[in-house]
């Protein structure tokens, strides 16, 4: 065993968090460090139970009468339970259904609506793509002017370069609160409070925050937020997004896609559409019950756990993989692409060398599951509750000898 070996075993044995890896499906035998749980989450064993049990008794057994008896209220009451544990958010405010992409899409288009003599989106062009083509969509369709942000691959949109690009033209503000090439974490208080001084509304995107990062919708006073639960909240692949509302806006905002879900009095079928009052009328279609088992399940661990441990482990974490990174890769010409700061740094780590492609199907070979973001990104998700110390090593080891 060399000495990093062993430290990576210590550091294992004083995780407070370390037996909560065994209330996870193991994956296959080959895999020998699984470092893409910021892409997708591993299933709680809970998520398995949860699904045959909800297949046999509910949707088996009640049939149709499980939507009076708790599905038609689930995306709300999962709603608030995910606004209470991990998204700062007082009840009432969040909902989940769609994709984040499709969320997206909904809260964009009801905020520029709400802005009419406002012609202007800022947003960041190093976004995730989808965000960015959801917004160059949304601009088409109402002849609105994109104000890109040029923020560096390796950090983020920084406040005063946000600034400069509010003014009286700004409708709404769309960004990251943690960048999804570096890991960076945007002020988002100081920036919300930016873009509302001048007029705009913020839509945060939390994908890469909710269950990894402390999030504070409501003390930052965000207007809107989307995310993705199948990330850092282990929901399962396509697991429904959630879409936070700040109440003050629920009713003066009207979505685009107007479905009988969010209509006043579903079961009244009448004529017209009229949005139910609150965060309902966010809703479309008949809410994805199936695919939120898991997420339902799973979301004790994190409950259980704590953001503040999570978040405490994550940092260890990405700590641990920077030492490595300093000791093994840095001598072999691999850079650094995310902050050193370990506060302004998220969940993950991105490292950059030129020909990283080459290397995914070799890492592949050996067992070792990372992340790649073209061009030159790999990208190492490190997640609290799944993710072991000795995990981060055995992979990162695996890469220094790929690389001689
Ligand atoms: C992962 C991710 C998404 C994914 O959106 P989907 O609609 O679920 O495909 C969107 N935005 C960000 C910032 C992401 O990291």
Redesign the pocket.
């Known amino acids: 065993m060399d000495a990093p070996e062993a430290r990576a075993h210590e550091l294992d044995a004083a995780d407070p968090l370390a037996d909560v890896r065994d209330a996870f499906l193991p994956p296959d035998p080959g895999v020998v460090a699984y470092l893409d749980g910021n ?1 997708l989450g591993r299933p709680p064993r809970v998520a398995a139970e949860a699904l045959e049990r909800f297949v046999g008794e509910e949707w088996g057994g009640r049939l149709i009468r499980g939507w009076d008896e708790g599905w038609m209220e689930l995306p709300t009451a999962l709603g608030d339970r995910l606004g209470r544990t991990v998204l700062g958010a007082a009840p009432g405010q969040v909902v989940l259904g769609d ?4 969320l ?1 899409y909904k809260l964009a288009r009801a905020a520029v609506a709400a802005r009419p003599g406002r012609r202007v989106v800022v947003l960041d062009a190093g ?2 793509p ?2 960015r083509y959801v917004l160059e969509g949304i601009a088409a369709e109402r002849e609105l002017g994109l104000r890109w942000l040029d923020s560096a691959p390796d950090a983020g949109p920084e406040l005063a370069e946000i600034e400069a690009a509010l003014d009286a033209d700004v409708a709404l503000l769309v960004l ?1 609160h943690v960048a ?1 090439r570096s890991a960076q974490i945007a002020d988002a208080a100081a920036i919300t409070r930016a873009a509302q001084a001048a007029g705009a509304l913020v839509l945060w ?1 939390l ?2 925050s909710a269950g990894v990062v402390p999030v504070a919708l409501d003390a930052w006073a965000a207007d809107l937020a989307v995310g ?1 639960t ?2 850092y909240l282990n929901g399962g692949p ?1 697991a429904p ?1 959630f879409a936070y509302v700040r109440s003050e806006h629920a009713d003066a905002l009207c979505q685009p896609v107007w479905g009988w879900m969010g209509r006043e009095d579903v079961f009244g079928m009448g004529p017209g559409y009229s949005p139910t009052p609150g965060i309902r009328s966010f809703l479309s279609g008949t809410p994805p019950i199936l695919a939120l088992v898991p997420l339902a399940a799973g979301l004790g661990l994190i409950e259980a756990a704590g953001i503040d441990a999570l978040r405490a482990k994550s940092v260890a974490l990405t700590e641990w993989a920077i030492e490595l990174f300093d000791a093994w890769l840095a001598p072999r010409g691999v850079a650094l692409a995310s902050p050193r700061d370990a506060a302004r740094r998220g969940g993950h780590v991105t490292v950059r060398r030129a020909g990283f492609a080459e290397l995914l199907g070799p890492l592949r070979a050996r067992g070792v599951i990372p992340d790649y973001r073209a061009p030159d990104g790999l990208r190492l998700g490190l997640s609290p509750l799944t993710t072991s110390f000795a995990e981060v090593h055995a992979g990162l080891a695996v890469l220094r000898e790929l690389l001689g």
Request: charged residues 20%; negative net charge; proline residues 0%.
């Open positions: 892409s994709s984040t992409s499709v997206l976004d995730f989808t965000d990251s999804y995107d994908s890469h993705c199948y990330k396509g997004a």
